[in-house]
Protein backbone atom coordinates (compact mmCIF):
# COMPACT_ATOMS: atom_id res chain seq x y z
CA UNK A 1 0.00 0.00 0.00
CA UNK A 2 1.29 3.62 -0.43
CA UNK A 3 2.96 5.38 2.06
CA UNK A 4 1.74 8.72 1.71
CA UNK A 5 -2.11 9.39 1.34
CA UNK A 6 -3.17 11.08 -1.82
CA UNK A 7 -5.84 14.29 -0.34
CA UNK A 8 -8.55 15.09 -2.99
CA UNK A 9 -10.23 18.04 -2.92
CA UNK A 10 -13.89 19.50 -3.53
CA UNK A 11 -15.67 23.30 -3.74
CA UNK A 12 -19.13 23.01 -2.51
CA UNK A 13 -20.89 26.12 -3.79
CA UNK A 14 -23.51 27.89 -2.15
CA UNK A 15 -26.94 27.34 -3.12
CA UNK A 16 -29.45 28.77 -0.98
CA UNK A 17 -32.56 28.82 -3.23
CA UNK A 18 -31.94 24.90 -2.02
CA UNK A 19 -33.72 25.77 1.43
CA UNK A 20 -36.87 26.99 -0.33
CA UNK A 21 -37.32 23.99 -2.73
CA UNK A 22 -40.04 21.63 -0.60
CA UNK A 23 -39.44 18.15 -2.73
CA UNK A 24 -36.42 15.70 -2.81
CA UNK A 25 -36.81 15.61 -6.68
CA UNK A 26 -36.42 19.51 -6.72
CA UNK A 27 -33.66 19.09 -4.80
CA UNK A 28 -31.87 16.66 -6.25
CA UNK A 29 -32.77 18.19 -9.76
CA UNK A 30 -31.13 21.80 -8.08
CA UNK A 31 -27.85 19.60 -7.19
CA UNK A 32 -27.82 18.19 -10.11
CA UNK A 33 -27.44 21.13 -12.30
CA UNK A 34 -25.37 23.20 -9.77
CA UNK A 35 -23.77 21.03 -7.85
CA UNK A 36 -20.83 19.62 -7.24
CA UNK A 37 -20.37 15.99 -8.17
CA UNK A 38 -17.45 13.85 -7.21
CA UNK A 39 -16.97 9.80 -7.42
CA UNK A 40 -16.94 7.02 -4.24
CA UNK A 41 -14.45 4.55 -6.13
CA UNK A 42 -11.44 3.92 -3.84
CA UNK A 43 -11.18 0.48 -3.29
CA UNK A 44 -8.65 0.22 -0.45
CA UNK A 45 -8.68 -3.46 0.18
CA UNK A 46 -8.63 -4.69 -3.39
CA UNK A 47 -7.79 -8.73 -2.41
CA UNK A 48 -10.12 -8.94 0.46
CA UNK A 49 -13.29 -7.18 -1.06
CA UNK A 50 -13.03 -6.49 -4.52
CA UNK A 51 -16.60 -5.92 -5.78
CA UNK A 52 -16.96 -2.24 -6.53
CA UNK A 53 -20.50 -0.66 -6.91
CA UNK A 54 -20.88 2.43 -8.84
CA UNK A 55 -21.36 5.27 -6.29
CA UNK A 56 -21.32 9.13 -6.60
CA UNK A 57 -22.67 11.95 -4.84
CA UNK A 58 -24.09 15.82 -6.07
CA UNK A 59 -23.25 18.12 -3.00
CA UNK A 60 -24.18 21.78 -2.34
CA UNK A 61 -24.40 23.90 0.73
CA UNK A 62 -27.07 26.71 1.29
CA UNK A 63 -27.72 29.37 4.21
CA UNK A 64 -29.03 26.25 6.34
CA UNK A 65 -27.33 22.71 5.74
CA UNK A 66 -24.97 20.65 3.65
CA UNK A 67 -26.81 18.96 1.27
CA UNK A 68 -25.41 15.26 -0.25
CA UNK A 69 -27.67 13.04 -2.71
CA UNK A 70 -25.70 10.37 -2.85
CA UNK A 71 -26.30 7.68 -6.03
CA UNK A 72 -25.41 3.86 -6.16
CA UNK A 73 -25.96 1.19 -8.71
CA UNK A 74 -25.42 -2.37 -7.08
CA UNK A 75 -26.17 -6.18 -7.63
CA UNK A 76 -27.56 -6.60 -3.55
CA UNK A 77 -29.99 -4.66 -1.51
CA UNK A 78 -30.53 -4.71 2.36
CA UNK A 79 -32.20 -2.85 4.42
CA UNK A 80 -32.63 -4.68 8.07
CA UNK A 81 -31.99 -2.03 10.27
CA UNK A 82 -34.64 -0.04 11.08
CA UNK A 83 -33.96 1.81 14.06
CA UNK A 84 -31.59 5.49 14.36
CA UNK A 85 -28.54 4.12 16.21
CA UNK A 86 -28.28 1.13 14.74
CA UNK A 87 -25.67 -0.58 12.65
CA UNK A 88 -26.72 0.73 9.44
CA UNK A 89 -23.13 -0.36 8.10
CA UNK A 90 -24.15 -3.68 7.52
CA UNK A 91 -26.80 -2.71 5.31
CA UNK A 92 -26.83 -1.16 2.02
CA UNK A 93 -25.13 2.34 3.46
CA UNK A 94 -23.61 5.24 2.25
CA UNK A 95 -22.05 7.93 4.89
CA UNK A 96 -20.24 11.35 4.72
CA UNK A 97 -17.71 12.28 7.83
CA UNK A 98 -16.67 15.80 8.67
CA UNK A 99 -14.28 17.57 10.33
CA UNK A 100 -15.86 20.86 11.26
CA UNK A 101 -12.86 22.29 12.88
CA UNK A 102 -8.90 21.29 12.17
CA UNK A 103 -8.15 18.92 14.86
CA UNK A 104 -11.51 18.87 16.42
CA UNK A 105 -13.94 16.05 16.79
CA UNK A 106 -15.37 14.97 13.36
CA UNK A 107 -18.98 13.79 12.72
CA UNK A 108 -19.92 10.64 11.18
CA UNK A 109 -23.47 10.71 9.04
CA UNK A 110 -24.77 6.95 8.12
CA UNK A 111 -27.27 6.01 6.13
CA UNK A 112 -28.57 2.92 4.93
CA UNK A 113 -30.73 3.10 1.84
CA UNK A 114 -33.94 3.43 3.44
CA UNK A 115 -32.84 6.40 5.61
CA UNK A 116 -31.91 5.08 8.66
CA UNK A 117 -29.41 6.96 10.32
CA UNK A 118 -26.37 6.59 12.78
CA UNK A 119 -24.46 9.69 13.58
CA UNK A 120 -22.53 10.54 16.55
CA UNK A 121 -19.59 13.31 16.67
CA UNK A 122 -15.90 12.29 18.35
CA UNK A 123 -12.36 13.03 18.93
CA UNK A 124 -11.45 9.59 18.84
CA UNK A 125 -13.46 6.06 17.00
CA UNK A 126 -14.03 4.70 20.56
CA UNK A 127 -15.16 7.70 22.32
CA UNK A 128 -18.42 8.99 20.56
CA UNK A 129 -21.02 10.89 21.59
CA UNK A 130 -24.31 9.75 20.00
CA UNK A 131 -27.18 12.04 18.54
CA UNK A 132 -30.29 12.31 20.46
CA UNK A 133 -32.98 11.48 18.78
CA UNK A 134 -34.04 15.81 18.58
CA UNK A 135 -30.80 16.01 16.76
CA UNK A 136 -31.10 13.00 14.18
CA UNK A 137 -34.83 14.69 13.89
CA UNK A 138 -32.82 17.95 12.29
CA UNK A 139 -30.86 15.69 9.56
CA UNK A 140 -33.41 15.20 6.87
CA UNK A 141 -33.52 11.75 4.07
CA UNK A 142 -35.12 11.04 1.62
CA UNK A 143 -34.57 7.52 0.61
CA UNK A 144 -35.50 6.22 -3.18
CA UNK A 145 -36.43 2.93 -1.42
CA UNK A 146 -38.52 3.78 0.74
CA UNK A 147 -39.00 3.42 4.49
CA UNK A 148 -39.79 0.25 5.59
CA UNK A 149 -36.99 -2.41 6.29
CA UNK A 150 -36.68 -5.87 4.10
CA UNK A 151 -34.17 -8.50 3.77
CA UNK A 152 -31.33 -9.22 1.51
CA UNK A 153 -32.44 -9.08 -2.40
CA UNK A 154 -30.12 -9.99 -5.55
CA UNK A 155 -30.92 -8.02 -9.24
CA UNK A 156 -29.36 -5.18 -10.33
CA UNK A 157 -30.89 -1.81 -8.35
CA UNK A 158 -29.96 2.06 -8.83
CA UNK A 159 -30.79 3.76 -5.39
CA UNK A 160 -30.37 7.42 -4.26
CA UNK A 161 -30.39 8.92 -0.75
CA UNK A 162 -30.61 12.66 -0.25
CA UNK A 163 -29.63 14.41 3.56
CA UNK A 164 -29.54 17.67 4.46
CA UNK A 165 -27.54 18.18 7.34
CA UNK A 166 -28.09 21.37 9.43
CA UNK A 167 -24.49 23.56 9.82
CA UNK A 168 -25.38 24.66 13.13
CA UNK A 169 -25.90 20.94 14.25
CA UNK A 170 -22.16 20.99 13.74
CA UNK A 171 -21.36 24.54 15.12
CA UNK A 172 -20.94 26.36 11.88
CA UNK A 173 -22.39 29.40 10.61
CA UNK A 174 -22.64 29.62 6.81
CA UNK A 175 -22.11 33.70 7.47
CA UNK A 176 -18.56 32.85 9.08
CA UNK A 177 -17.87 29.75 7.35
CA UNK A 178 -13.69 28.61 7.19
CA UNK A 179 -11.90 28.29 3.86
CA UNK A 180 -12.63 24.78 4.32
CA UNK A 181 -13.14 21.71 6.00
CA UNK A 182 -12.65 17.98 5.78
CA UNK A 183 -14.33 15.01 5.27
CA UNK A 184 -14.45 11.92 3.33
CA UNK A 185 -17.75 10.34 1.83
CA UNK A 186 -18.12 6.35 2.15
CA UNK A 187 -20.22 3.50 0.62
CA UNK A 188 -20.40 0.32 2.22
CA UNK A 189 -22.73 -2.77 3.18
CA UNK A 190 -20.41 -5.22 5.38
CA UNK A 191 -23.37 -7.91 5.73
CA UNK A 192 -24.15 -8.46 2.48
CA UNK A 193 -23.31 -11.26 -0.29
CA UNK A 194 -20.89 -8.86 -1.53
CA UNK A 195 -19.35 -6.62 1.38
CA UNK A 196 -17.51 -4.02 0.31
CA UNK A 197 -16.34 -0.80 1.34
CA UNK A 198 -15.19 2.14 -1.02
CA UNK A 199 -14.24 5.80 -0.50
CA UNK A 200 -14.35 9.03 -1.74
CA UNK A 201 -10.55 9.83 -0.64
CA UNK A 202 -8.40 6.62 -0.60
CA UNK A 203 -7.47 4.83 2.66
CA UNK A 204 -4.46 3.27 3.16
CA UNK A 205 -5.06 0.85 6.12
CA UNK A 206 -4.17 -2.87 6.55
CA UNK A 207 -8.42 -3.31 6.80
CA UNK A 208 -11.66 -1.23 6.49
CA UNK A 209 -11.86 1.39 8.88
CA UNK A 210 -13.49 5.02 7.78
CA UNK A 211 -12.90 6.74 11.53
CA UNK A 212 -9.26 7.94 10.22
CA UNK A 213 -9.35 11.58 9.85
CA UNK A 214 -5.74 11.50 8.80
CA UNK A 215 -7.05 10.70 5.32
CA UNK A 216 -10.13 12.76 5.27
CA UNK A 217 -9.87 15.55 1.98
CA UNK A 218 -10.48 19.11 1.85
CA UNK A 219 -13.50 20.52 1.32
CA UNK A 220 -13.89 24.09 0.48
CA UNK A 221 -16.86 26.63 0.21
CA UNK A 222 -17.79 28.94 -2.85
CA UNK A 223 -17.94 32.21 -1.73
CA UNK A 224 -20.39 34.51 -2.85
Known amino acids: MPETPTCKSITLPRIDSLDTLTTADDIIACLDDKGVRGQIASVGWPDAFPYRPMASFAAAYSARAIYVDFLVRC ?7 YTDGGPVSSDSCVEIFLEPHPGGEYWNFEFNCIGTANCSHRLTRPNPTRLTADELARI ?49 ASATSEPHYLSWNPIFTDRPDFHRPEFFGDIYFQKT
Open 75 to 81: NYLRAEC
Open 140 to 188: RRYPSCGQRPFRELEGLFTWNLLTVIPLDLMGLDADNLPDKIRGNLYKC
